[in-house]
């Protein structure tokens, strides 16, 4: 049985999922076994495997379930004590898994590692080093020049799933992730829950990944923003500490109407994401309250991980600036 379980969800992008699988195959740490989860996809994915990969276990779907219910497949077929996310358009560097589990053994209170993750299109670029959240979350670093301070590894509020690791006793304490996201935020839930539970995240600077970054959102760009706006709503109402829920709560809600004045995101599409969250709430709730009943933490430490909300604040009036033409300078992280 091996000890590491890497699983892949995938939707039509074969090609990104072959380079994915050859890094694989230069893995220094080599205790591991590949599942791939098709997501109903009709570019010839499962007979490309079964001719290039046929060491790699094929989990096919009849459709495209998202990210989350994909993974989920994955994690529940999984035989390793440690489990492996990857995007399918991600390419390891040799010593990425080698990497992630010497940060594991090293350290038993982490209960999950983040990988460097670097811009397969911009060389020397960040696209994330793990996640963070204020009111909103987001991939820390992205767009940054690669920098000493994302050299060195450190505690983080929840790792990116495009390319982390996580101790099978995660999962086991605090569920899988939550299939009502689909897709986007189901891993900073899913960090924030591990958070609670006592399990820390960490940031491993040596696991270093290639991202091409949303290949397979990018012919769904109307479906990214709903679930973007939707989701944010869900992590917030659902995860945040209720003293942070009861202050900023109202201007979470009022985001969505702003988003297209910051972003230039299409408004009928956000308006359509906040009808949409109003029938979720009440089984949100619930679901927030399962989560508060599995802490085993103070609050406070929680808070100390979240970013203050006052950085949305900053972007968001760098945005409007950048909108009017006062900025070109991009806000950082």
Known sequence: MPRVSIVIP??????????????????????FETIVVDNGSGD???AMLGRDFPQVRLLALPENRGFAPATNAGLRAATGEILVCLN?????????????????????????????MMDAKRPGTIDA???????????????????????????????????????????????????SFFAWFE???LGIRAQLAGFRCWY??????????SATAAAMSDRKVFLTVRNGMMLFFKTMPLRRVLVWGPLVLAWPWADPVLT?????VTARAWFAFWPML??????????????RIPVARLIGLLESPWKDIDRSFAAIGRRLGFGRRAATT
């Open 264 to 268: 230039g995101r299409p408004l009928r």
């Open 129 to 179: 080093a793990g996640d963070a959240m204020s009111l909103v979350a987001w991939n820390i670093g992205r767009g940054e020049r690669d920098a000493a301070r994302f050299s060195v590894g450190r505690e983080i509020l929840s790792a990116c799933a495009g390319a982390a690791a996580y101790r099978r006793a995660l999962f086991e304490r605090v569920g899988w992730f939550d299939e």
């Open 204 to 213: 491993e600077p040596a696991a270093i990944v290639h991202h091409h970054g």
């Open 44 to 46: 010839g994915t499962a």
């Open 282 to 295: 009440p089984a949100l709730l619930r679901a927030r309250r399962a989560v508060y009943a599995q802490r």
């Open 10 to 31: 995938t939707w039509n992008q074969a090609g990104l999922l072959a380079a994915a699988l050859r890094s694989l195959s230069a893995q220094t740490f080599t205790d």
């Open 88 to 116: 399918n358009d991600v390419e390891c560097e040799p010593g990425w898994l080698a990497a992630l589990v010497a940060a594991l053994d090293r350290m038993p209170e982490v209960g999950s590692v983040a990988s460097k």
């Open 187 to 189: 891993d900073v839930d």
